[in-house]
């Protein structure tokens, strides 16, 4: 099964400025990387995803890059606003049908 | 009203009251999730229904009976739980399309619950 590590649990940064969360990853076969944000009284929503062909993707001010070798994969904010303070988690394939979700980023922007 | 749905999004139990959860997707998916989700820890995936069949119990007490009439809803009957139940329910839905390939899962709102 896949093993899912997510760092660091808090991150808080200046409006304005980048953020980057961080998940590794053990099974070397998974092949689909999605993020999720959570915002404050509501349930998960994709934010990006990235499949194992590609190794960057980018959507506006967020980006996901993959390393495959080393196993991990981070999520990229730029110009982080005061509506991106969420919790952030990262998921990997457990098997073809279940993802295995890290532990959870709480992201504060600071205004 | 689109994607998925759950009520209530609030509920307060009894450890001796039986209750249900239901979640309703309007994507037209085909696979279902139940998923706990509670303080400091990774959401913790409980059922899998695939084209109304479940597919996966990961461990879950029987205190939790899922029931899956149509691929379009889910129910979590509830029933003598504990203070430590207390968490967040989320439902899931995905394609399910033909092959072996990980997919996009959408989430619900989730149902606070709260076990007296």
């Known amino acids: 099964g ?5 760092h660091p ?16 990853y053990s099974d070397s076969a998974s092949n689909y990387f999605p993020w999720y944000k959570q915002e404050l009284g509501k349930g998960p929503q994709l934010i990006i995803d990235i499949r194992s062909n590609v190794g ?9 890059t993959l390393n495959k070798t080393a196993k991990h994969f981070s ?6 606003q005061p509506e991106d303070s969420a919790v952030y988690f990262c998921a990997a394939p457990k098997n073809a049908r279940q993802l295995t979700f890290g532990s ?3 992201l504060t922007v600071l205004p | 009203e689109t994607g998925v749905t759950q009520t209530p999004r609030h509920l307060v139990m009894g450890m001796t009251n039986k209750k249900s959860l239901k979640c309703e997707q309007h994507l037209g998916h ?6 706990k989700q509670s303080a400091k820890k990774p959401l913790e995936l409980m059922f899998v229904y695939n084209f109304k069949e479940q597919t996966e119990n990961n ?19 509830l029933h003598t739980l504990q203070p430590e139940d207390s968490a967040l329910y989320l439902c899931a839905s995905s394609p399910f399309l033909a092959g072996p390939t990980a997919e996009t899962q959408y989430f619900g709102p989730g149902t606070r619950l709260l076990v007296l």
């Open chain 1, 2 to 6: 896949e093993n899912v590590e997510q």
């Open chain 1, 75 to 80: 999520l990229h904010i730029t110009e982080t």
């Open chain 1, 56 to 64: 960057e993707k980018k959507d506006q001010r967020i980006a996901v």
């Open chain 2, 59 to 77: 461990s879950v007490p029987s205190r939790f009976s899922p029931e899956c009439p149509n691929s379009s809803h889910l129910f979590l009957h």
């Open chain 2, 30 to 35: 085909n696979a279902m999730y139940w998923y």
């Open chain 1, 9 to 24: 649990s808090t991150l808080s940064v200046q409006e304005g400025d980048s953020a980057v969360i961080k998940c590794t």
């Open chain 1, 104 to 106: 959870g980023t709480q």
